[in-house]
Nanobody, 115 residues
Framework: QVQLVESGGGLVQPGGSLRLSCAAS????????MGWYRQAPGNQRELVAT???????TYADSVKGRFTISRDSAKNTVYLQMNSLKPEDTGVYYC?????????WGQGTQVTVSS
């Protein structure tokens, strides 16, 4: 079955960095667009970044210049490098894989930015 397993979340001070990983299994990784979304308490889930099978990327305006999404086809893994973290980056970060009508989600990993 399809599994997306996120890791790398945690507590970090403002200005710090974290790298999230999402290991995918049960899908043909190379053809899927992979993405990261986040949800803060009381808010809707929002797009953070996506990377297509051709490695085209998109970012939310709020993270441009600070976050970088990448993918490793040999490891079936997508990454989110997060630098210069702000308290407003706090939330549960979810990995997403989409191809046509196929749309899968991970269980999420908590990121807390606080001093």
């Amino acid at each position: 079955q399809v599994q997306l397993v996120e890791s790398g979340g945690g507590l970090v001070q403002p200005g710090g960095s974290l790298r999230l990983s999402c290991a995918a299994s049960g899908i043909w990784f190379n053809i899927f667009t992979m993405g990261w979304y986040r949800q803060a308490p009381g808010n809707q889930r929002e797009l953070v970044a996506t990377i297509s099978s051709g490695r085209s990327t998109t970012y939310a305006d709020s993270v441009k210049g600070r976050f970088t999404i990448s993918r490793d086809s040999a490891k079936n893994t997508v990454y989110l490098q997060m630098n210069s973290l702000k308290p407003e980056d706090t939330g549960v970060y979810y990995c997403n894989a989409v191809f046509g009508a196929n749309d899968y989600w991970g269980q999420g990993t908590q990121v807390t930015v606080s001093s």
